[in-house]
C-alpha cells in the first residue's frame, strides 16, 4: 500500500459493532467485563482506548513501523522516551532543537542525574568524540528547529548502531510523507501530532513509532504508568487530519518554496533559512533523504535588529503571529521571545536563533495573498 492510501486506509478497519467507516470516538474510561479480568480487550481508557487504539495504528502505518503509541502532547511523548533511561545516562542531543525539548532535559532530567550534550550535526563526524559507556541515546531534529538544519539520519544511525544506541528522530517538521526516519535507521520516531499530523491547529497531542517489540512494550508500560495519555475526542480528530496530510502536505512545499525564493530575493532579508534552496549548506542531503522540502522556514533581516524584527510580525495579516505550526493556515513567529525563550541568549545565538530570526509555518493559502502579505509587512 503506497502512502497516499495509507493514510486514508493504513491500519484501519470499520468499526465492528455498526461498520463505521470513520472510527468512533469511545467516550468512555471503562468497560463492561463479564469476569474478572474477561473483556473484550480494553478495560479501563488510560490504559487503552479503542479510538486512540485506531489513531496508534494509523501512526505506525504511516510511519512504516510496527508499533505506534499516542500521547497527551510531543513533550509528553518525549517524557517517555528518557523515562527509559536512568541516572547516570547520557543522551547526546542536536544543538539546534524546539526550546520545549531544551528545557525538559535541562531543567527536568538533569536534575535526575541524566546528562545531556548539545552538539551541531551537520558534520555528523562530530558525534563519536561524545560516544563513552554511559551514551545511551542520540536525539536529532531534521530538518531542525527553527534553523532548518538537515542531519543525515543514516550516517548518524550507522554511529548509533555501532555503540549499541538507541537513535531518536523527531520528524515533526518533515512528516512521514516527506521523511521515514525508520527505514533510515532510526530506532524511534517521535511527532507533536499538534503539528502537521493533526493539521488543524485544534488539538494538542504527541506520538512514538517504533519496530522493537521490547522498547515498544517498555513504551507502552511508561505510557500507562504515568499516565499522559490523550483522549479519544483528541484521537480522532487527528485521525481525521491524517486522511489528508498528503495532499496537504503538497500544498506546504510548493508555498514554502515560493516564499523560500520570493525572500532570498528581498533586498532587506540577510538569510533564508529552507532546505530545498541551492545556498543551504545540507541540501544535497535533503534531497537523498526527503520526498521534498516541506513548509517550515526561518530568515533574518539585514542588521540583526529586534525591534525591526517584532514590527514585520506584528504587521502581518494573513500570516497570523502564534506559537505552533503545521496547520492549513500559515502562522509566524519570533523565536528568540516565542518558542525559544527558555533557551538562555548565548546558547540561541550560538545556533544561529538571532533576535532578528523570524520562523514562518508556510500554510496552504493563495500564494500571491502570502506573498502580498509579506511585501507589504517588509515595507
Partial sequence: MKFNTKTIHGGQEHDKAYGAVMPPIYQTSTYAQSTPGGHKGFEYSRTHNPTRKALEDAFASIENGKYGLAFASGLA????????????????????????????FTKIFEDFGIKFHFIGMENTKNI????????????????????????????VSKISKKHQILLAVDNTFATPYLQLPLDLGA?????SATKYLGGHSDVVMGALIVNDKDLADKLYFIQNASGAVCGPQDSFLVLRGIKTLHIRMQRHCENGKTIAEYLASHQKVENVYWPGLKTHPNHDVAK???????????????????????KIVEKLKIFTLAESLGGVESLAGHPASMTHASIPKEEREKTGVVDSLIRLSVGIEDQDDLINDLKQALG
Fill in 77 to 104: 511523548a518525549i517524557d517517555a522516551i528518557i523515562k527509559t533511561l536512568k541516572s547516570g545516562d547520557e543522551v547526546i542531543s542536536t544543538n539546534d532543537l524546539y526550546g520545549g525539548t531544551y528545557r525538559l
Fill in 187 to 191: 530506532d524511534i520516531v517521535m511527532h
Fill in 128 to 155: 563519536e568524540s561524545y560516544i563513552n559507556v554511559n551514551t545511551k541515546l542520540i536525539w536529532i531534529e531534521t530538518p531542525t528547529n527553527p534553523m532548518l538544519n538537515i542531519i543525515d539520519i543514516n550516517a
Fill in 288 to 310: 537523498e533523504q526527503m520526498k521534498d522540502f516541506g513548509g517550515m522556514l526561518s530568515f533574518t533581516t539585514k542588521g540583526n535588529n529586534y525591534k525591526e524584527a517584532i
